[in-house]
């Protein structure tokens, strides 16, 4: 069974940086393709980054694009994200999606494995 978890969350002022983690367990992290997703308070689940299972491809929703890096280390079973000049508008909670396969995937509906979540907070 797979099992994410993610960390890394916290409080950090405007323009500040933060790094997630999503550690995954129980197969072989190589063979899924890996997403990050976020949900505000009342609001719905949004794509945020894809990568694919090599590594080699990625894909960022508009809102982050160039102040967010996605990434992976297979070797290390774990999947980051890089966030820099955070805006108060990035404030959710983060979670990391998987799912088996080559591609990148900005649709929730794709992922069948979910991580419980990290707080990200950032005050203006």
């Known amino acids: 069974q797979v099992q994410l978890v993610e960390s890394g969350g916290g409080l950090v002022q405007a323009g500040g940086s933060l790094r997630l983690s999503c550690a995954l367990s129980g197969r072989t992290f190589s063979n899924y393709a890996m997403a990050w997703f976020r949900q505000a308070p009342g609001k719905e689940r949004d794509f945020v980054a894809a990568?694919?299972?090599?590594?080699?491809?990625?894909y960022y929703a508009d809102s982050v694009k160039g102040r967010f890096t996605i990434s992976r280390d297979n070797a290390d079973n774990t999947m980051y994200l890089l966030m820099n000049s955070l805006k108060p508008e990035d404030t959710a909670v983060y979670l990391c999606?998987?799912?088996?396969?080559?591609?990148?995937?900005?649709?929730?509906?794709?992922?069948?494995?979910w991580g419980q979540g990290t707080q990200v907070t950032v005050s203006s």
């Open positions: 990568i694919s299972w090599s590594g080699d491809s990625t």
């Open positions: 999606a998987a799912t088996l396969g080559s591609g990148l995937y900005q649709s929730e509906y794709e992922y069948g494995y």
